[in-house]
């Protein structure tokens, strides 16, 4: 799992406009149907959703998980 840090952030995340995607790597020890219920999990409480599943010799998965950035944060406007 990937460590948060101070802001809530997790190591690995990255934004790009209204979205922000968080870099999910999966053993390849771990089967299909565990991967998806830690991804379904991740789905449910943390409002991600799947953008990209690659599957690389010995079993390993690198997915990418997304959402919509929410207004609470972006960084505010000072006037």
């Given amino acids: ?14 934004a790009d406009g209204d979205w922000e995607y968080r870099p999910v790597q999966l053993p390849g020890d771990v089967s299909r149907m565990t991967a998806a219920v830690r991804l379904a999990i991740q789905a449910e409480f943390g409002g991600w959703e799947l953008s990209r599943v690659r599957l690389y010799p010995g079993g390993v998965r690198k997915v990418v998980l997304r959402r919509r950035r929410s207004s609470r944060m972006l960084p505010e406007l000072s006037v």
């Fill in 1 to 14: 799992m990937a460590r948060s840090g101070p802001t809530g952030a997790v190591e690995g995340d990255s």
